[in-house]
């Protein structure tokens, strides 16, 4: 018999400022306990020194999650110099310290600059990615380090904030699969020393800014009718998908799991709408047809 749900089936995406000491499911679970929300799930973790924007989803909105994981991003860290630590961070154990030579502010442009474009980074040890099975982490907390292959990724861009002997403060703009905590390791082993993060914030997350928002004490703070009405509609993360529409009747069909006849020169994956209610995904075919893909339970929930 299977288990009866104890919570609501809200839909939407909350955008949370997460705060410092946390991890990405700490922070998650707090807002879904706000909600009393039966399914929800984060996209793009957050280490616990990390704050910032963290996209939560809710019902509906976690099918669109997995396409969230692949947005650029947006950081501002700080990157303690003459230190290294097992983790990449302050929270872990130091492992060296290097005396920092003297460098110039050109010297170290030129040293961001190395970093920018299409670069090969070799992912941390403490990180999520799996080896044989098991993830990386795990085998770092065991002592363990193991091989891990070079991954391509894009640095788009690296302004530098603030500089002094002992730490430099940058603002990176960077793609997917970029680990902040490698690039803070190899900014210092570059400059002829070694480095390691101190702090970290995520302002910008494909389309959404850490301007939009709200922390856990914000929301706490929110009746239900404000609450809810915080939530954005699950189609936003879509929005670059081309859309089409469909009348009542279609919308049967379509429900129904059936093939309609659509006059639409789109072709490929295509949002779908009814009224302006968005029902799923759904694929335009050369001969002109709609095929439904991925359909959204949207009633009394955003959208």
Not at 16 to 31: I, M, T, Y
Not at 88 to 117: K, N, R, W, Y
Not at 206 to 235: C, H, K, W
Request: glycine content about 8%.
């Amino acid at each position: 018999m299977s288990k009866r749900k104890s919570g609501l089936d809200v839909s939407g995406i909350i955008l949370l400022d997460k705060r410092l000491g946390v991890s990405s499911n700490q922070a998650l679970q707090e807002v879904r306990r706000l909600f009393n929300a039966n399914k929800a799930g984060h996209t793009g973790s957050l280490d616990p020194l990390a704050t910032g924007l963290l996209p939560l989803c809710f019902g509906e909105a976690t099918k669109v999650s997995a396409l969230m994981l692949d947005d650029d991003k947006r950081y501002q860290v700080t990157i303690r110099l003459g230190v290294m630590t097992d983790t990449g961070d302050s929270e872990g154990q130091i492992v060296a310290e290097m005396p920092v030579p003297d460098f110039s502010e050109s010297q170290l442009l030129d040293c961001l600059q190395h970093f920018t474009g299409e670069i090969d980074q070799v992912p941390p040890m403490y990180s999520a990615l799996k080896h044989q099975g098991k993830k990386l982490y795990e085998l770092a907390r065991e002592g363990k380090t193991v091989d891990r292959p070079a991954r391509r990724i894009t640095i788009y861009a690296i302004e530098l904030l603030a500089f002094d002997s002992q730490q430099i403060s940058l603002d990176v703009r960077c793609s997917k699969g970029t680990y902040i905590r490698s690039l803070a390791e190899d900014i210092g082993h570059y400059l002829g020393s070694c480095g390691t993060v101190t702090a970290l914030r995520r302002t910008a997350s494909g389309q959404f800014n850490l301007a939009d928002a709200f922390t856990i004490e914000q929301l706490r703070e929110m009746d239900l009718a404000t609450l809810y009405a915080s939530r954005l509609p699950v189609d936003i993360p879509l929005s670059h998908i081309p859309a089409v529409s469909v009348n009542d009747d279609q919308v049967l069909s379509i429900k129904q799991g059936q093939q309609i006849d659509l006059n639409s020169t789109e072709l490929g994956t295509v949002r779908i709408y009814s009224q302006q209610c968005f029902l799923g995904l759904g694929e335009m075919l050369i001969n002109g047809k709609l095929a439904p893909k991925k359909l959204f339970q949207l009633d009394n929930q955003a959208h």
